[in-house]
């Protein structure tokens, strides 16, 4: 990682169909469907309405053998249609699934908490792929880790990086290259710090592997936006990231814009900054810089600090150098100013910006200078990248997933049901899962899960504790209101 400019990580080319990444070429939009994988029609069609907005590559979920055959009639109508979209297959909990969706697709992804290394099933992936031409991506989650990574680690940054590493110590003996990896987590400074790590030892064995950023269960509309920008900014800055995908629990096409957004806003980062005590950086270790104990927003009262702003084309590594040459432990709000009239594209660019200093535990304030929106959207977007860099909780917090192929009811307006229902709580995270696949896993930062267990039946969390199993849909959300007031009530 260079403090002083913008400089991408050096990467190989992995070919996707007709996509490639890495290798210095620009950083590729991609997305997932949410249609049933066995629905030719429906997912085509979403395939297409994915590549009109400018993502050419897509993925669909694979859980079972008629999935991974329709794969065939799915990419054969596509092709049929004139689409050159690059096709990915996700797989879950079943390795043999991955065998048969590899006859087919362009990338097969797959999860390492799902495999056994000493059956032999990823060396025989390999070679299946290799003999195609298939490109693999080795996809970590931060909430399905192996048992045994688990059990060493916990669900840590350090834990991920095991698996990973793991994998692509197989690929590399076998001399495949044709792997892309991924570090996913629904906490942004777990996810940050996961690909640091990733990137630390993939050098140190002289890896090159491409690297697909997200984050996972971001949510949906502005809030989701923000925490995906946070997240996905902060490596972008660093130049760690070769393809991206922005979760959204909304229409899969909604994903390509800000995706793309995000993707040109780092593709030219102009300037040098000079680190006079890179000694005092720590990236993959989270450390408050002064003792501010709850960041601020630039409209609430901010005596003693220091307000630093960004003029350059590269934002965030001018104020990261200003701070670290900074002598005197002042808290800093960190300034910059958008003239975009959009709130959305405001937002976007901010939380990419100004995230890391954050996340990294630099910054003690936020000053957005956006003339052209009011003073109470500018609040908002301020404290939503406040609370997305996990160092200050001002609302409920929805750990939503953007659903897939596994959804097992409408995500989409459940969560703005929900929304609607529990935002009047403060510092209360809740998790909306469309499925068991990653739900007690990744939403295990939140207070409450609302997960589908099946077809129009729904699980209750409290953390990671079943409280309700299998309830009706119809009567879900009333008893998860009436558990969060039963816990509230027990507390007060």
């Avoid at 008629?66 to 596509?78: A, Q």
């Avoid at 195609?132 to 192996?146: E, M, T």
Wanted: glycine fraction near 8%; hydrophobic fraction near 40%.
């Amino acid at each position: 990682m260079d403090l002083t400019q913008y400089r991408r990580r050096e990467s190989h080319r992995v070919r996707i169909g007709e996509v490639v990444i890495g290798g210095g070429e620009p950083v590729a939009v991609q997305s997932m469907t949410n249609t049933d994988t066995k629905d030719t029609e429906a997912s085509v069609a979403q395939i297409e309405r994915i590549d009109r907005a400018g993502g050419r590559i897509v993925r669909l979920t694979a859980q079972g053998v008629r999935e991974g055959e329709n794969l065939k009639n799915i990419v054969g109508r596509l092709r049929g249609d004139g689409y050159r979209t690059a096709v990915v297959a996700d797989i879950h909990f079943l390795p043999e699934v991955a065998a048969v969706a590899a006859k087919y697709v362009d990338k097969v992804r797959i999860n390492p908490g799902n495999y056994r290394l000493d059956r032999g099933d990823l060396e025989r992936l390999i070679e299946q792929c290799r003999e195609r031409g298939v490109a693999l991506r080795i996809g970590v989650n931060h909430g399905s880790l192996a048992r045994r990574i688990f059990d060493e680690w916990g669900d840590t940054p350090e834990g991920m990086v095991a698996a990973a590493m793991e994998f692509l110590r197989i690929c590399k003996a076998r001399e495949f290259d044709q792997a892309v990896v991924s570090m996913k987590s629904s906490n942004t400074r777990v996810m940050v710090a996961a690909y640091r790590l990733l990137v630390e030892s993939m050098e140190r064995e002289g890896m090159t592997f491409p690297i697909h950023l997200g984050v996972t269960e971001a949510g949906n509309g502005l809030e989701g936006r923000i925490k995906s920008a946070v997240g996905i900014g902060a490596l972008l800055a660093d130049g760690i990231g070769d393809t991206i995908r922005v979760s959204l629990t909304e229409a899969p096409e909604h994903e390509i814009p800000v995706a793309q957004l995000l993707a040109d806003h780092f593709a030219r980062r102009e300037g040098r900054f000079e680190v006079l005590h890179p000694e005092r950086y720590s990236p993959t270790v989270f450390r408050r810089r002064s003792d501010v104990a709850v960041p601020i927003t630039h409209d609430e009262p901010a005596q003693g600090f220091e307000v630093v702003e960004a003029l350059s084309q590269n934002p965030t590594a001018e104020l990261r150098a200003a701070i670290l040459n900074r002598d005197d432990r002042r808290p800093v709000m960190v300034k910059r100013r958008y003239g975009d009239e959009d709130a959305e594209t405001v937002a976007v660019k901010a939380a990419a910006d100004l995230g890391l200093l954050f996340l990294d535990g630099l910054a003690d304030g936020i000053w957005i200078d956006a003339p052209q929106l009011d003073a109470g959207t500018v609040r908002e977007i301020e404290l939503m990248i406040l609370q997305a860099a996990r160092v200050r909780f001002s609302h409920t917090e929805y750990i939503a997933c953007p659903g897939c192929g596994r959804t097992l009811y409408d995500l989409e307006q459940t969560l703005e049901t929900i929304k609607a229902r529990t935002s009047h709580f403060r510092n209360l995270k809740i998790g909306v899962m469309g499925c068991i696949v990653n739900g007690p896993g990744e939403m295990a930062d939140a207070d409450y899960g609302y997960v589908g267990a099946a077809p129009g039946r729904i699980t209750l969390y409290r953390g990671r504790t079943v409280v309700e199993r299998n309830i009706p849909q119809e009567e879900a959300l009333d008893r998860l209101l009436a558990l969060i007031e039963r816990d509230s009530n027990e507390k007060n």
